[in-house]
């Protein structure tokens, strides 16, 4: 087979390596790639990954089977669409589909219809600021405000009085977030711990991934500003079988209720709960695999994720068997200084081999790039991802930090923090 994977984060690096282990041996392509996929496949770095007619092209004029679309962007921007009418199979959803993540009021609205529970909420434009700041002046805080589109995880804002919501208004409407805030929607907040729940749906069955826990706060203690997620483990201790089947039944009414507006989901689908004192909530959709959650999720995959991924394309994944390793992971990410502000590139990175001669440790690499001299040095935020396989969690965590603690550059920094919490820890 030969595959193209559309991404150059630490999930398409995780994706390739669990694609190229298949007893299929397929060849593999990467747009664009990073440092890590270049030494497992072949990095197509040239390609605009976001151009629909382009990737279609390039995937016809190459003899591409299957396309796996890592991002949200290419989704968003009907990648699957332009496969799908070249007869090329795809993994992810269609554009329309993919609203599911690129608009959260239109994603409020699918729950609405459906009655899923979430957070009560309203959008609002810059033309309607004043009515928004005559809500404020009667809303419950903290209240959430989040630019509508894609924002890369960072169009969010927990505002503890009205000065605050109205100055994340004004960020989003002066261009913060370019076109993606020029709607803001303003979200009761809901308490309670977070989890990912991500299921495997090929756009009427819906096969559940184990449930894995982010920490989008930059810094220890979930201080700081959101990142696009500083470290995940999974299984989660807190999350039992009845909140699990809880979220599922959510996702599965999702599913059902997209089905119903002839929205077929084929693909991902990933939920963002919050477990509240009145039990599950979503807080937003994803329409893709997670970053960080899949470097600790397709570690634990048993299952060759090439059947997975035909099943899911094919829309038989009631007939395919998904099994998972009942061992722990941690990702610990490690992330260049400054980010998610301001941060500098192209800082050597030392290390990563004495990581990786730890049993059960994989680096995925998220913002790196392999120099022709073969020297492998930063190109992104979030550089690297350290994930850990172990019998318990404690374990996985412990060695985790101890691969992490092997790897250097030039303004490294991560938390210290990462699974502390379901382990009794401080966080």
């Known amino acids: 087979m030969r595959i193209l994977v559309l991404g150059g984060g630490g999930r398409e690096h995780a994706i390739v390596r669990a694609l190229v282990s298949s007893i299929r041996t397929p060849e ?10 270049a030494s497992i496949a072949t990095n197509v770095p040239d390609l605009k990954i976001e151009s629909a007619r382009v990737v279609a ?6 003899k591409v089977d299957l396309v796996v679309i890592g991002p949200e962007g290419p989704l968003v921007a009907g990648v699957a669409d332009a496969l799908h009418a070249r007869g090329i199979k795809v993994f992810g959803p269609s554009g329309l589909a993919a609203r599911l993540e690129g608009s959260k009021a239109f994603a409020k609205g699918i729950m609405r219809r459906n009655a899923i529970p979430t957070g009560e909420s ?45 100055a994340a208004m004004r960020q989003s409407f002066n261009g913060a977030f370019g076109e993606a805030g020029e709607t803001v929607l303003i979200e009761e907040f809901l308490e309670g711990p977070e989890c990912s729940l ?26 700081g500003p959101n990142t696009g997620g500083m470290g995940v483990y999974s299984p989660v201790p807190g999350v039992d079988d009845e909140t699990l089947a809880a979220m599922t039944r959510l996702l599965e009414k999702t599913v059902t209720g997209m089905h119903g507006e002839n929205l077929r989901f084929r693909g991902v689908l990933y939920g963002g709960f919050i477990l509240t004192k009145d039990g599950p909530k979503v807080l937003e959709y994803n ?26 394309a094919d ?113």
């Open 28 to 37: 593999v392509l990467v747009a664009p790639g990073n440092g890590g996929t």
């Open 57 to 62: 092209d390039y995937a016809a004029e190459n």
């Open 122 to 166: 309203r959008c609002y434009t810059l033309r309607e600021f004043t009515q928004a700041q005559q809500a404020l002046e009667k809303a419950t805080f903290p209240v959430v405000v989040k630019a509508d589109g894609l924002a890369a995880g960072k169009g969010v804002t927990i505002a503890n009085n009205k000065a605050e919501a109205e």
């Open 198 to 223: 991500l299921a495997f749906v090929d756009g009427e069955t819906v096969t559940v991934m184990p449930p894995a826990q982010d920490h989008k706060r930059a810094f220890d203690g979930d201080t």
């Open 287 to 312: 329409a893709r695999f997670g970053d960080p959650e899949t470097q600790v999720l397709l570690p634990r995959l048993k299952t060759d994720l090439i059947d997975v991924m035909l099943a899911v």
């Open 315 to 427: 829309g038989r994944l009631n007939s395919q068997t998904v099994t998972w390793s009942p061992e722990a992971a941690v990702c610990v990410v490690i992330a260049a200084g400054g980010y998610p502000g301001e941060y500098e590139k192209g800082k050597v990175i030392t290390g990563i081999a004495d990581a990786e001669a730890l049993e059960g440790v994989s680096v995925y690499h998220a913002g790196t790039e392999l120099r022709a001299d073969g020297t492998l040095v930063t190109s992104g935020g979030r550089v690297l991802g350290v994930t850990a396989l172990a019998p318990t969690l404690a374990q996985a965590r412990e060695r985790a930090y101890e691969a992490a603690a092997k790897i250097s550059f030039d303004g490294m920094q991560m938390r210290t923090d990462i699974a502390a919490r379901a382990l009794g820890g401080a966080q």
